[in-house]
């Protein structure tokens, strides 16, 4: 594998952005249930299952087996992203090298990936896929509503463990300002007062987003179990194993939170007497289970 180009490493890319995303991905965990492990080498669709409820019996009956169910899922690996980006020689020059301006570009790079996946997930949770939902407004959003959201994915027979709750500021503002969460800095939780942050309420994770859109049906953000959708990935193909002499630098990797594969590239052209930098990965998201999400709407 080709890990240096023009005095560039690209090992060292790899290392610096997967700090950013590790931190950054955490969103995607909320939202669905990775199969990356399960993919194999070749194929544009994954097929898996999602297990139903399981039932217990009475033992001292014997041991007879109850029905179970599960949900097929097909998640199509559709979507191949990632930010490109270059320098040009006189841009390079005036920076006095190459890296101080490659380091600079790197959180945002992440950031725009992070999102493009994001979106994804978000274009998913409309009312022919997830057909529950409720009118909360941003200025009545607090903890009372999340524990009532609560109890609507447990009547809907949702586990209650990895439950995740996603919302624009405006609504995650209303957690930060709860009384209720307020008061948890007497027990010693303050992240809400010295941090404005609230990572975990009513049995949610919490995750503030800048940018979910509405989908034409009013969506303001949702609360979901990590079964409600089903997400893949699969890395990219290396250009330098089938051809050993490709005037390219690939570092391929995996990030440990979501087994998000992403491949970073590094090469100059010589005709536009640009260096370029580029991070790739091919994934898929596919609607899991149905209960498993319910929607907040703003009217």
Sequence with gaps: MANTLVNVNVAQIADRT????GLSMFP????????SDEIKNEGESVKTRLPGSVTVSNLANGYTPS??????????????????????????????NVMWLRDNFIEPAVEALLDKIMQTFFELVV????????????ANFDSDELATLGGD???LKVPKSNRALIVPPSYYTGLVKDSVIEDMSAFGDNEAI????????????????????????????FVCHRSAMAFAARAVVDPTLIDGNAPVGVENRVDPVTGLPIQFRVWYDGNAGKFKFSMGTLWGVAKGQGNGLKRILSA
């Excluded at 995607?28 to 199969?35: E, H, K, N, R, S």
């Excluded at 009312?127 to 941003?138: E, P």
């Excluded at 609230?198 to 989908?215: L, M, T």
Aim: zero cysteines.
């Design 127 to 138: 009312s022919a896929n997830y057909s529950n939902s409720k009118v909360i407004t941003d």
């Design 153 to 155: 994915l447990t009547t």
């Design 194 to 221: 010295k941090n404005g942050e609230v990572r975990k309420a009513r049995g949610f994770r919490i995750y503030e987003y800048g940018s979910i859109p509405n989908n034409s049906q009013n969506l303001a953000g």
């Design 28 to 35: 995607v965990t909320a939202m669905g249930t990775d199969f």
């Design 18 to 21: 997967m700090d950013h995303l």
């Design 67 to 96: 029905d179970v169910s599960n949900t097929g899922v097909t998640v199509n690996l559709d979507q191949f992203w990632g930010p490109v980006f270059a320098f040009t020689d006189l841009e390079a020059s005036k920076a006095g």
